[in-house]
C-alpha cells in the first residue's frame, strides 16, 4: 500500500491534482490517502518532498491484479484502475466506460484508399489493450465484403510518442514561438510556428510524458482530445481556456473572429472596398500590416503614395513586419495612431482621410489630417462601414481544433502480427488501413506509423491515459485476410463477425 509520511509532506498538493482517481485529498495541510487507492504509484512518482512510500503487501481478499500495461494497478470489488478503463466486477476484471463501439464514419480518402478497407468491421473503442506485446489484440474479427474476406485487430494502446497540436483560430496574440504553455502551473507544451490566420499549440510528446511533469501532459492531452474544456497558460503570453470546438477564451475575454488574411491580403482581396473607405487605409497585423496607397493593390487601382511612414520594419512596398502584442490586429499597437512614425505634409494634404481595421473587422476608427499636421478622429463614413462590413463577414469564427498526433509502435503491432514490420509497410502501402476510433488517419510518411487523427472526428470520451504516463488511442487495423496471413497475424485468435454488424455483439 501507499504511505504518506506527514512530516515530510509539505502539502503543496501536487499528489492531489495528479492522483488518477481523486482518492487523495489534503486535511490540515497534509495529503491523505482515502479508500479506493490502486497502488498505481503516481504520488510516489511526482511528491517533490519524498513524502510517499510504497509498502509490499499481499494482495487482500477480493483485490485483482491488473496486468492491461506496466503499471499494474491492484483494483479492489467494484473499483477501476488508475486509466479507468477496467473494472473489479464480481471478480472479474472487465472493461467499462464506454461499451465496445462499431464504426459508423465516412469512408477514407486518399490516393492509397481502399474501398473495402477504408471502414473498420469494429472500432476499438471499448476493446480494451493487450500486455506484454507479443499477447493478440483483444478483438480480432473477420468478416466478407464484396466476396473478399476482410480483418480487424482492434487494440487500444498506450502510447508513450504522443500529444496533440493544437489550433486556436484567433487574431490574438498568444505567445511568441517556442513559449512555454503550462497546465495547472507546469511545462506541457509549446507555442509554435502560427498558420495562417491561426496560433498552434504543441503539447505532450515522449519527452514531455516521460518528463518530470509527464502525468501534467498527460491529463492535459487527453482532455483536450476528448474535447473536454482545459485551462493553459502561455509563460509571457496569454491565459486561455480551449475546448475543441467552440470558440477560445483568451484573457478572460472570448474570441470573436478568425482574420481573413494578413494585412497585405486584406489589402488585396478587399482593395475595391478599401479605395472608396478613405485616401488611405492601413490593416494592422502582427504578420504583415499594410499601407494601401503604397500596396501593390493601392497602385494597381491607380492610387498615388502618399506620405505616411510606419513604425513596423518594411518588408516589401506597402507591407510592413507587425510586431506581436495584446493590442490592434494581435500587435503591440494600443492607439492606432501610433502605427505612424511620419507624416510627409507635402505629400498627405490637410483633409485627408485615414482609415485603420483590423483583419478581422473587429476594432476599426476614421481620421482626417488637420491643419496642424496631426490625424484627427471623426466618424465612419457608410464606405468605410461597408468596407468594415465586407471584411468582417468574410471572417469565419474563432474556434477551437485538434489533431492527436500519435507513434504506434510495440504492442500496438505485435499485438496484430507477429511480423510488426510487415505490418508497418502494409499500412503504408495501402494494403492494411489505420483508423482511429473509426476515423481516418494522416500516416505520415517514412519509417514507422506515426499518425495526425482530427479529434472531432473520434467519439468523445475515446482516449484516456496511464500513469506510466502514456496516452491511450483505440487503434484499428484492417486488411485483407490473404495479407493478415502474410504478415504472420494472430489467424488463431480471430472470430467470425455478423455480416449486418449488429448494434451490439460479443464474441
Not at 464606405?383 to 471584411?391: G, N, P, T
Amino acid at each position: 500500500m501507499m504511505r504518506i509520511d506527514a512530516q515530510a509532506c509539505t502539502g503543496c498538493g501536487t499528489c492531489v491534482r495528479d492522483c488518477p482517481l481523486g482518492v487523495i485529498a489534503l486535511k490540515d495541510k497534509k495529503a491523505r490517502i482515502a479508500e479506493g487507492c490502486v497502488l498505481c504509484r503516481t504520488c510516489l512518482k511526482v511528491c517533490p518532498a519524498g513524502a510517499v512510500s510504497e509498502q509490499e503487501e499481499p494482495l487482500a481478499p477480493g483485490v485483482l491484479a491488473c496486468a492491461a500495461c506496466p503499471v499494474g494497478c491492484r483494483v479492489p470489488p467494484g473499483l477501476t484502475g488508475a486509466c479507468r478503463r477496467y473494472r473489479n466486477q464480481d471478480g472479474r476484471l472487465e472493461r467499462g466506460m464506454l461499451p465496445l463501439t462499431y464504426a459508423q464514419v465516412q469512408d477514407q480518402v486518399g490516393p492509397l484508399a481502399d474501398p473495402l478497407l477504408a471502414r473498420p468491421l469494429i472500432t476499438a473503442i471499448g476493446a480494451g489493450g493487450t500486455y506484454p506485446d507479443y499477447v493478440p489484440a483483444p478483438y480480432i474479427v473477420t468478416s466478407a465484403r464484396d466476396g473478399v474476406e476482410v480483418v480487424t485487430a482492434v487494440t487500444e494502446a498506450p502510447l508513450s510518442y504522443s500529444g496533440v497540436k493544437v489550433k486556436v483560430d484567433t487574431d490574438l496574440h498568444l505567445g511568441q514561438e517556442g513559449d512555454i504553455v503550462t497546465f495547472e502551473g507546469r511545462p506541457v507544451g509549446m507555442v509554435e510556428t502560427e498558420e495562417y490566420g491561426s496560433k498552434i499549440l504543441a503539447l505532450g510528446g515522449v519527452n514531455r510524458l516521460t518528463g518530470k511533469h509527464g502525468f501534467a501532459a498527460a491529463r492535459a492531452v487527453a482532455a483536450i482530445a476528448n474535447r473536454e474544456s482545459i485551462r493553459l497558460k502561455v509563460r509571457g503570453g496569454a491565459s486561455l481556456e480551449v475546448r475543441v470546438g467552440e470558440a477560445p477564451v483568451i484573457n478572460g475575454q472570448r474570441a470573436g473572429r478568425m482574420r481573413v488574411g494578413c494585412g497585405s491580403a486584406t489589402a488585396g482581396l478587399f482593395a475595391p472596398f478599401l479605395q472608396k473607405a478613405a485616401d488611405e487605409v492601413i490593416v494592422l497585423d502582427a504578420h504583415i500590416t499594410s499601407l494601401f496607397s503604397h500596396h501593390a493593390a493601392g497602385r494597381c487601382l491607380g492610387l498615388e503614395p502618399l506620405g505616411l511612414e510606419l513604425c513596423f520594419q518594411r518588408s516589401t512596398p506597402g507591407r510592413y513586419f507587425g510586431r506581436p502584442g495584446q493590442g490592434w490586429g494581435g500587435t503591440d499597437i494600443t492607439d492606432p495612431l501610433q502605427i505612424i512614425a511620419n507624416i510627409d505634409i507635402a505629400r498627405t494634404p490637410v483633409g485627408r482621410t485615414l482609415f485603420i481595421t483590423e483583419t478581422t473587422g473587429e476594432r476599426a476608427a476614421l481620421f482626417e489630417l488637420g491643419a496642424d499636421g496631426q490625424y484627427h478622429p471623426i466618424p465612419l463614413t457608410p464606405a468605410a462601414s461597408e468596407a468594415l462590413a465586407a471584411i468582417a463577414e468574410t471572417c469565419q469564427h474563432s474556434r477551437v481544433s485538434a489533431v492527436y498526433v500519435g507513434g504506434a509502435g510495440g504492442s500496438a503491432r505485435a499485438g496484430v502480427a507477429r511480423y510488426p514490420l510487415r505490418l508497418t509497410k502494409a499500412v503504408h502501402a495501402g494494403q492494411a488501413t489505420l483508423t482511429v476510433g473509426g476515423a481516418p488517419v494522416f500516416v505520415l510518411p517514412g519509417g514507422g506509423i506515426t499518425f495526425y487523427v482530427d479529434v472531432e472526428r473520434v467519439r468523445p470520451g475515446s482516449f484516456t491515459w496511464v500513469p506510466t504516463p502514456a496516452t491511450v488511442c483505440p487503434l484499428e487495423y484492417t486488411m485483407r485476410l490473404v495479407d493478415y496471413r502474410a504478415m504472420g497475424g494472430h489467424v488463431a485468435a480471430m472470430k467470425p463477425f455478423p455480416a449486418h454488424e449488429p448494434k451490439t455483439w460479443s464474441p
